[in-house]
């Protein structure tokens, strides 16, 4: 180094790269009211399109009579499916393999379907018109319960496929039926169970619940019949693969399709899938030449797009009778509402269910998911997780507890005796998935000292005493949970979305002075990829983070990608991000050579600069090597400097975490109170700790909603019960606590940079998390296992049954 | 349907506009004055992502009429700050991370900006409860209400250092 070098930590620092808690580059737009989400698009002419929904969850469409909607000022059109069937647009295929209906042809599935697409030239027009649609329904009994979906008797719901055996995922053994998939070892586990000194058994409904982001679902289309291209914006998580499907639907050449998502205002997989709404508003644009807009209002959003959870499953798990467990059995019936439009990974139709041996070392397991078709909404969006990673770790972390009940142990104990050892990775589990790395008993060792957990199970033991002593009315729980999530999907050679292989994308353009734009498949909805992808770029490639600029979302201007959701961004997107990097750097070191005139094997990185190798006073920074790149000819070396890589990972990622809350609950009234809640997360590689953070507050407070209350409920005529925020639960800032956040830091050995993602986490390790709180204090009374969602009503139930009110 | 003129102050500015008698002042604001900070989220008063000031209250602008808001003074979140001199609000959300995907930040920040009109020293619990109308999916809430007491702090001794 020379005297005019300033030393390594100084320049290191000045990159905001990894490891930095950088602020965020989006927060100067939103703090002031600048986003620019899809409804605040406005084209000149534009068109407002609105839906007429079925007031019930099973019945024939006779008759549709639009005469007296298009009468009223301003409206433009309405469609129905006979408008759409022409363009044979009327059904859509699913991400599941399955096909959906776009307006209802000749039938409803569920209350609040699609039946036909007002557009009109205001939104108050519009809504005028829906209400005046005559629609003649002949009602049908409708399915509720998928139990009942196989009985004799039970209504055909899907006639249009109820002659087909063979469904996109193998045999369908009943008209309702879609598939079963199994994982494991059928005949062994259940020969280990048989033989085994303990046995746990345990039915758990994982109820019904929707993502629920603050912005809803919606997009603007516009057909230029001038020059033949088709613009869309929407709030897509996956703007790519939805150009792919409008243009496999349309006709149209993706190369005159351009989507375009803007802002987005939260996601958590809600704006995952394709919904009626994007068809209706593209085919309504082809149609009036104008653009048209469409959004939906919240109660169609919860009752319409993307559901997530609605698994009954059954869990039977065989240990020692010192605790080792020896074998676990899983089954799940997976209510998939009307139509299969599951957003799972094409080969997973139950996702990563089979992820739900958990952490432990569990030798052999099987497991079976019957998906069933009942008169609910479709959906099945992975909610804030990997695909159905959540119902996965909620199994296996509920089979725990009731594991160590039946074995009458500590439940802390029993995980610790059980966990992957950190010298066993890569390790092979039951199930299939090869976890890459991990060190559970640290992290729960540092988790458990943390909270001191001896002191609470005393102090908990002492309020039992002075509860049956008539002192108290409130019991303590002490929630456990140690999750392993499984990220980052996926490799291209099991993962795929419709045919497309689930890799992802960079491309950088490195400019004459020194800056720098990136572009990615990906898009943030929340993130903060903007901040935190050029923090990986910064480091791998020594421009500052500040003068990286980095977009997303227009199909147009990025590289392709599969989107953001399944925490797959950074193991994915950011690996590409990594890697576009060190090719940068690979032709940066050529020019750099040529200039310092030496071998490209004589120069060493330096943070921001070549160093010639023994002689720290000659160098090039990275400044230098992009201005010459465009200004000088250099023998044997394209001009530019630009890069793109598709990075297709070779394994997931598998993020870990040991969370603990400490809750009080009053027995009279069901009230629960959080006292404290820890929660230690192990991402790998640390991109920003301020994001990590947020992330994890996040998580964790959407878990305690799905734990504490929130739900999509129907009634037993298939009418949604909790179908507006009155009724839908959304902690806000009074019922939500703090949350203390720790971590430990285990690499990844496959991803460039050792990143696993983390946004996902506290969702999958919150949930069961709460619910064990709850389901604990009550323990010492003989519970075993209550359903979540744990509202106050619930909750005075389970006290109730246990007899303490008595 | 027949339009009324409406006549408001918005961020300091006088503006006239023809609205029917039904139309909501969030559709007014966004729609016909191209005022899109605020945003819908819910349209029953339950999320806040609307939230503007309207004559020294905080309002859920998705639950009032146009025609309400004549002759009122309203402020929205384009109205707190600008660029080159942002609200100390708005400068504590970036600075503790009060924020993510943003659609609640508009409505967050107005509402916090009236709560410490009210309250100019809240406690935490006090936060808490005064912000208890507006719902934001990603945070947590813990990163705002420290942006919120943060905010407090600030404006505190800035008032105590002007006098």
């Not at chain 1, 490891?19 to 605040?40: H, P, W």
């Not at chain 1, 399109?49 to 433009?76: C, E, L, Q, W």
């Not at chain 1, 793109?644 to 070779?650: A, E, F, G, I, K």
């Not at chain 1, 940079?753 to 999958?764: D, L, Q, R, T, Y």
Request: net charge negative.
């Amino acid at each position: 180094m020379n005297e005019m070098t300033p030393p390594k930590e100084e320049r290191s620092e000045a990159l905001k790269g990894l490891g930095c808690s950088r602020k965020r580059v989006e927060d100067a737009r939103f703090t002031q009211g600048k986003g620019n989400y899809v409804d605040d698009i406005k084209l000149p002419g534009m068109l407002f399109g609105d839906f007429v929904r079925s007031p019930y969850p099973h019945a024939y469409v006779k008759g549709i009579n639009t005469d007296a909607a298009m009468a009223v000022p301003g409206v433009v059109a309405v469609l129905t499916a006979a408008d759409l069937e022409p363009l044979n647009l009327h059904w859509m295929p699913t991400l599941a393999g399955d096909k959906q209906m776009v307006l209802a042809d000749g039938k409803v599935l569920f209350q609040g379907q699609e039946v036909a697409f007002v557009v009109a030239n205001d939104r108050y027009a519009a809504a005028d018109a829906v209400e005046l649609v005559e629609v003649e329904y002949e009602e049908l009994p409708p399915l509720v319960d998928p139990y009942k979906a196989e009985i004799e008797g039970a209504p055909i719901l899907r006639e249009d496929i109820a002659d087909q055996k063979e469904g996109a995922h193998g045999p369908r053994r009943h008209p309702n039926h879609i598939f079963t998939w199994e994982a494991g070892d059928k005949e062994t586990t259940s020969k280990v169970i048989d033989d085994a000194e303990v046995v746990a058994e345990e039915t758990m409904y994982y109820h019904r619940t929707h993502p629920c982001p603050l912005e809803t679902c919606g997009c603007v289309a516009s057909m230029d019949k001038v020059n033949g291209k088709l613009t869309v914006h929407g709030t897509f998580q996956a703007p790519h693969v939805v150009r792919t499907v409008a243009s496999l639907l349309s006709g149209i050449s993706e190369s005159n399709i351009r989507v375009i998502s803007p802002d987005i205002g939260g996601g958590f997989g809600n704006k995952v899938g394709v919904y009626p709404g994007y068809v209706c508003s593209i085919v309504a644009s082809i149609v009036t030449g104008k653009p048209v807009k469409w959004i939906e209002d919240r109660i169609e959003n919860l009752t319409s797009t993307a559901f997530a959870r609605d698994y009954w499953m059954r869990g039977k798990i065989s240990a020692t009778k010192e605790g080792k467990i020896t074998g676990l059995d899983v089954h799940v019936l997976a209510d998939h509402g009307a139509f299969d439009a599951c957003a799972d990974p094409t080969k997973f139709p139950a996702g990563f269910m089979n992820i739900c041996t958990g952490s432990y070392d569990i030798p052999t397991a099987y497991l079976a998911v019957d998906g069933i078709y009942t008169n609910k909404a479709p959906g099945g969006v992975s909610y804030r997780c990997s695909f159905r990673v959540t119902e996965a770790v909620y199994l296996i972390e509920r089979m725990i507890e009731v594991l160590a009940i039946e074995l009458d142990m500590d439940a802390a104990d029993l995980r610790r005796m059980n966990f992957i050892k950190k010298e066993q990775f890569p390790y092979q589990a039951a199930l299939g998935w090869e976890y890459d790395s991990g060190d559970y008993h640290t992290a729960w060792d540092k988790a458990l000292e943390a909270v001191d957990y001896k002191a609470l199970r005393a102090e908990q033991a002492e309020r039992v005493e002075a509860f049956k002593r008539g002192e108290t009315r409130k019991l303590m729980g002490v929630g456990l949970s140690f999750f392993t999530e499984i990220v980052g999907a996926g490799p291209v050679k099991n993962c795929d979305i419709l045919g497309m292989g689930m890799f992802d994308s960079c491309e950088i353009r490195i400019h004459p002075t020194g800056s720098a734009i990136a572009r990615l498949g990906t898009i943030s909805q929340g993130q903060g990829h903007a901040t935190t992808f050029a923090q990986i770029l910064a480091s791998e490639i020594g421009i500052s983070a500040d003068d990286i600029t980095l977009e997303e979302g227009d199909t147009d201007t990025a590289p392709y990608g599969l989107g953001t959701y399944g925490s797959r961004s950074t193991p994915v997107a950011g690996a590409a991000t990594a890697m576009a990097g060190r090719k940068i750097r690979a032709k940066a070191q050529m020019i750099a050579a040529y200039l310092l005139e030496v071998h490209d094997g004589d120069l060493e990185w330096d943070v921001d600069r070549f160093v010639v190798k023994g002689a720290p006073e000659r160098f090039k920074t990275m400044k230098e090597v992009a201005y010459a790149a465009y200004n000088q000819a250099i023998p044997g070396i394209e001009p530019g400097l630009e890069a793109v890589s598709y990075y297709d990972p070779p394994n997931m990622t598998y993020p870990f975490g040991a969370y603990v809350c400490v809750m009080d609950i009053d027995v009279d009234t069901g009230v629960t109170d959080i006292r404290r809640f820890y929660a230690l997360d192990d991402c790998g590689t640390r991109i920003n700790p301020m994001i990590i953070e947020g992330q994890v507050h996040g998580g964790l407070t959407e878990a305690l909603a799905v734990a504490l209350g929130q739900e999509i409920a129907y009634d037993e005529m298939g009418n949604v019960k909790t179908g507006s925020l009155m009724d839908f639960f959304l902690p806000t800032a009074w019922e939500t606590p703090n949350y203390e956040t720790d971590y430990t830091v285990t690499p990844s050995p496959h991803h460039p940079i050792g990143a696993k993602g983390v946004g996902e986490s506290p969702h999958v390790g919150g949930v069961p998390c709460f619910s064990n709180a709850v389901q604990d204090a009550f323990r010492a009374f003989g519970l075993k296992h209550t359903n979540m969602p744990h509202d106050h009503w619930r909750i005075w139930q389970t006290a109730n049954k246990l007899g303490l009110h008595d | 349907m027949s339009k009324m003129h409406i006549k408001m102050k918005v961020n300091g500015e006088e503006v006239e506009t023809l609205a029917e008698p039904r139309e909501l002042l969030i559709h007014v604001l966004r729609e016909r004055l191209d005022i899109t900070g605020p945003h819908i989220g819910c349209e029953t008063s339950h999320c806040g992502a609307c939230t503007i000031d309207m004559d020294g209250k905080s309002v859920k602008s998705c639950t009032v009429f146009a025609a309400q808001a004549n002759g009122k003074d309203i402020t929205t979140i384009e109205g707190l700050g600008d660029p080159d001199n942002l609200h100390i609000l708005q400068e504590m959300f970036k600075e503790h991370h009060g924020l993510q995907c943003g659609f609640c930040t508009p409505g967050m920040i107005t509402r916090a900006h009236r709560l410490l009109q009210e309250n100019p020293n809240p406690t935490e619990d006090e936060v808490r409860f005064g912000m208890a109308g507006n719902i934001c999916r990603c945070t947590g809430y813990q990163n705002i209400v420290k942006s919120i007491l943060a905010a407090a702090n600030e404006m505190n001794a800035a008032k105590e250092a002007a006098q």
